[in-house]
């Protein structure tokens, strides 16, 4: 996903990519509207209040700790920059909950997040740890799994 | 049998068949290949067709992610995941507002030739065109253009497989040919041969072998049957004919060559004798006392005389010598390839010696022959038949006389 110009073309392409992330990812229970719940700093999170899903869902997010997540309700956890031990535990705290995670910073995909974007200069890209999808109680469409980095080719 | 056209310059049965068939054949197969051919494009152009909507399709659903991704890389390589067949000539996905997102041709090397370009825009003028849906809402366009590779192939292996086959019955028609030759033109060139043959040797034994076909085997039978007809008629003219050339150079009561037929064979023994330089003789005979045995026992005894004087002629000379009744009580005798005078005369003596047993007449009597003989030789005697003639007369004459003489004197004494 290219990232266009403007000064938060970074937060603009990383919305989109969110979106992405959740179109293509099926929960147990539609929830409408959904929430993104942003953990710790985030650098490009700014835009993730303005979505609207592909069939007119819209997005709230807000701001928790990562102690609280697990019991917030959130339907997506955006990670931003965050103690890594107490993202772990935050992580391991919602793994089969059905939430949807993603790592801002994280681009080796070591944490347990679903996903880590992966930015660059001129695109932003994201990597997938297949562990924690297959434990996250959400259904991935597979296709998203191959546009990966790192994913077989 | 020959191949060549006859000497009229007309085309033989042969040629003519062979003809007719080839034509029929070529007609044949060229017929079914061109329609083969037709049906076998339009049959796999329609799968090809469908085979490109089902590569559309699953070119739509492979690369939905990657358009709501914007991500032109990962659409690129869902697109060889399942385009890259030689089905597929080019890939094209639109985005949503038609703007093109990712193009992908088939890489080939010379082989994408001209035809081939040109038989893609004739067969697959339109792409095939699938919608590329996220959540039911359209978000894309693949086209897929096809490839005419594979149909192309198929029309050259099916245009070559034709060729073999006009090939192989180009071949099979001059089997056919030969087998027609066998069975249909050899017996009409026999019969032609057959009938050549008895015009112009006059060989009626000849018959046609039967035939294996019921027509023609009916036609050679109809032909012998007439042949055989001819054959009688012409061995009946043929023996009348010999009869009638007997009667004319035989005495009919004697069964002896007549005077025709002794001057002929006098005139060719002269020629040969000429050639040869060999000698002949004639010997001259006539029967003294004929009238008296007419008189005396009538006709009847006088033809009956003059037979027997025949037989005993006949018997008395060798063979090679010819005898002759040249009418009345004269007759005569050639005697061919002389070598000494004495031959003529031992004939001479051995026909009188015939004669002197009386012979037994139809009315019971017995009766002698006196036959007075006249020896002219060739050529001491006469250079021509004439000439030897008259000699042999005169000489039968001088010894009649004698005869004659002696009998009076046997008489008086």
Known sequence: MSIGGGSDAVAVATARMVRSFIDYARWPIRREPMTICVVGTPSHASRLDELTLIDGRRVAARAVTPASLAASGCDVAYFGRVDPAAMRQALIAVRGKGVLTVAENDPQCRSQAMFCLRQDRASLAFAVNIDAISRSGLRIDPRVLRIADGAST | ?413
Not at chain 2, 161 to 167: M, N, S
Not at chain 2, 283 to 312: C, S, T, W
Not at chain 2, 335 to 347: F, G, H, I, K, Y
């Open chain 2, 1 to 413: 049998m020959t191949r060549r056209a006859s000497p009229e310059g007309l085309p033989t049965l042969r040629q003519h068949l062979a003809q007719v068939h080839l034509r029929l054949i070529l007609f044949a197969v060229t017929l079914a290949a061109a329609s083969l051919l037709v049906s076998g494009v339009l049959v796999t152009r329609n799968y090809a067709q469908r085979n490109l909507d089902l590569i559309a399709n699953t070119v739509g659903y492979t690369v939905e992610p990657a358009i709501v991704f914007g991500d032109p890389q990962a659409a690129r390589e869902g697109i060889v995941s399942v385009a890259d067949v030689s089905t597929v000539d080019r890939v094209e996905l639109r985005d949503r507002a038609g703007k093109l997102f990712m193009e992908w041709s088939h890489p080939r090397a010379g082989l994408h030739s001209g035809l081939e370009r040109m038989t893609n825009k004739l067969l697959w003028a339109k792409p095939s065109i699938h919608a590329v849906r996220h959540s039911g809402e359209i978000i894309g366009e693949v086209r897929v253009y096809g490839n005419s590779e594979g149909i192309l192939r198929y029309a050259l292996s099916g245009a070559i497989i034709a060729l073999a086959c006009l090939g192989l019955t180009v071949m099979a028609t001059r089997i056919l040919a030969r087998r027609l030759q066998q069975e249909v033109i050899a017996p009409l060139s026999q019969l032609a041969e057959v009938s050549q043959s008895v015009r112009a040797e006059r060989a009626f034994h000849r018959r046609l072998p039967p035939s294996g076909i019921a027509e023609i085997d009916q036609f050679g039978r109809d032909f012998n049957a007439l042949l055989a007809e001819i054959e009688g008629w012409h061995q009946g003219l043929t023996s009348e004919n010999a009869e009638l050339a007997r009667r004319a150079t035989h005495d009919p009561l004697t069964g002896l060559g007549n005077r025709v037929l002794f001057e002929q064979t006098l005139a060719e023994a002269a020629a040969v004798s000429v050639r040869s330089g060999t000698s002949f003789a004639v010997v001259y005979l006539d029967a003294d006392n004929f009238k008296q045995i007419n008189d005396l026992h009538g006709h009847d005894g006088g033809d009956a005389a003059l037979a027997a004087m025949a037989e005993r002629l006949r018997t008395a000379i060798r063979q090679g010598d010819q005898a002759f009744r040249l009418g009345g009580d004269e007759f005569a005798v050639v005697v061919p390839a002389l070598t000494s005078p004495d031959q003529v005369e031992s004939v001479k003596s051995r026909i009188e010696q015939a004669m002197e047993r009386p012979f037994l007449l139809p009315n019971g009597a017995y009766a002698v022959a006196e036959l007075s003989a006249g020896i002219a030789v060739f050529p001491d005697d006469g250079k021509s038949p004439e000439a030897l003639l008259r000699r042999a007369d005169k000489e039968m004459y001088r010894e009649k006389t004698r005869r004659r003489a002696a009998s009076r004197g046997v008489s008086n004494a």
